[in-house]
């Protein structure tokens, strides 16, 4: 069984920055890759980053330069640093990892920015 859980959202004025975190209940969490969706009220699910097992990382134009993707294998962790926030990037925030063809998905934790 996969578990995983997000924290760190919040409330963040424009320019700011907030740090998500994903723990992960899985074994051999080194060998999936992770990532990060977001999804605003009103549209559909987007693909934010990515990270492979081995520490690759792919992120949307959108939030290039940004936002940093990271892991920890010795924690079973995954984060999401994301600096110079935008109205925009207003959106429930979702962790994800694939296995054996499935998706699998945190709660969400809500990130709003706003002055």
């Known amino acids: 069984q996969v578990q995983l859980v997000e924290s760190g959202g919040g409330l963040v004025q424009p320019g700011g920055s907030l740090r998500l975190s994903c723990a992960a209940s899985?074994?051999?969490?080194?060998?999936?890759?992770m990532a990060w969706y977001r999804q605003a009220p009103g549209k559909q699910r987007e693909l934010v980053a990515t990270?492979?097992?081995?520490?690759?990382?792919n992120y949307a134009d959108s939030v290039k330069e940004r936002f940093t993707i990271s892991r920890d294998n010795a924690k079973n962790t995954v984060a999401l640093q994301m600096n110079s926030l935008k109205p925009e990037d207003t959106a429930i925030y979702y962790c994800n990892l694939k296995r054996g063809g499935t998706d699998y998905w945190g709660q969400g934790t809500q990130v709003t920015v706003s002055s």
């Open positions: 899985v074994r051999a969490f080194s060998i999936y890759a």
């Open positions: 990270i492979s097992g081995g520490g690759r990382t």
